[in-house]
């Protein structure tokens, strides 16, 4: 698998050299080395995986990662991950369709709002342990939620609300509560993960974007 890492971010491609195209958005820590293994995992399986780099930065501890989102200016967040999205679709070795996006946490959140403020870009948007609270009106495209039986920052009667939308504009979602976790239950590095619960959600999540990631046109000569 060709990989390569750059100042904004890291990207990984097929042996193939070609695949649909996957937005991977990370949580607070930053760009940590889980986050590019989900991208080579991705390669692994036929798509071209991007992530940007959100924050600049890593770090491991939760105080200092919840400091640093708080000074971060969501402008420039919301920037890059648009940005991500338009450079990802417009690779040679991606079709020029909508991606999939993949986001933890807070890429979740963000992902969630990607996938509302540029519905033509986003075929398909699976979140691990993240919501947001937008209108959903012009979204276009299928939704997949991974989520946490203990949850202090997700409220469950916001991602109840959040469900009920998506579903009432007739959106393709599916929302999954995983007993016995708890946030960042999905991610190999926090004292969190739940390695059954992690093994099923990415099986499903794999299974998710090959059903609605667009790839004909990748195909073509």
């Not at 991606?94 to 033509?120: C, D, I, K, Y």
């Amino acid at each position: 698998m060709d990989d390569k890492r750059a100042s904004t971010g890291y990207l990984a491609v097929p042996d193939a050299g070609i695949g649909p195209g996957v937005l991977v958005l990370h949580a607070w820590w930053g760009l940590t080395p889980f986050i590019t293994q989900v991208c080579d995992r991705l390669a692994d399986e036929g798509f071209v995986a991007l992530a940007p780099d959100l924050l600049g930065e890593v770090v491991t501890d939760p105080a200092e990662a919840e400091a640093r989102l708080e000074t971060a200016s969501p402008d420039q967040i919301a920037h890059i991950t648009r940005s991500a999205l338009y450079h990802l679709r417009q690779l040679p070795m991606t079709p020029n369709t909508p991606v999939g996006v993949l986001g933890f946490s807070m890429g979740a959140s963000m992902a969630l709002w990607l996938s509302a403020r540029v519905p033509e870009g986003v075929a398909a948007t699976t979140v691990f342990y993240g919501a947001q609270d937008i209108d959903f009106a012009q979204a276009q495209g299928a939704y997949l939620g991974h989520f946490a039986e203990e949850d202090p920052f997700v409220d469950e009667d916001s991602l109840t609300l959040l469900e009920a939308e998506l579903r009432l504009l007739e959106l393709d979602t599916t929302f999954h509560r995983y007993p016995g976790t708890r946030h960042w239950f999905f991610e190999e590095d926090r004292p969190e993960h739940h390695p059954e619960a992690a093994r099923l959600a990415w099986e499903r999540t794999i299974a998710f974007f090959r059903a609605h990631v667009p790839t004909e046109s990748v195909l073509e000569d």
